[in-house]
């Protein structure tokens, strides 16, 4: 396939749902298979991406296909948010 290769991020927040595994892994599947993207999957929720830390790993068809056997969600989330203490220009 021609042209630039994308890198995509999947967040999950709040509680887990019923059947959120399955869509992350048809996300992953379509997204490396037929469009050859790169997808990345953001650990602890919110923590993961504005934390001090951000906890990054790169989602595979063969990590997301462990998930749908489990329950909850492949990634780690949380329900408690970051204080957001810095400010925001709009």
């Known amino acids: ?5 994308h890198t995509v991020a999947l967040n999950t927040g709040g509680g887990d749902c019923p059947g959120l595994n399955a869509v992350i892994r048809a996300i992953v599947k379509r997204a490396t298979i037929q ?8 650990r602890d929720s919110f923590d993961g ?5 951000t906890d990054v790993i790169e989602l595979t068809r063969d990590r997301v296909a462990r998930g749908l056997s489990k ?4 990634f780690d989330f949380t329900w408690r948010g970051i204080s ?3 400010g925001a220009d709009f």
């Not at 469009?35 to 953001?42: N, Y």
């Not at 329950?71 to 492949?74: P, V």
Request: proline content about 4%; overall charge positive; glycine content about 24%.
């Open 84 to 86: 957001l203490t810095f």
């Open 1 to 5: 396939m021609g042209g630039a290769r």
């Open 35 to 42: 469009l050859d993207w790169k997808i990345l999957g953001i």
């Open 71 to 74: 329950g909850g969600s492949i």
């Open 49 to 53: 991406i504005l934390g001090p830390k």
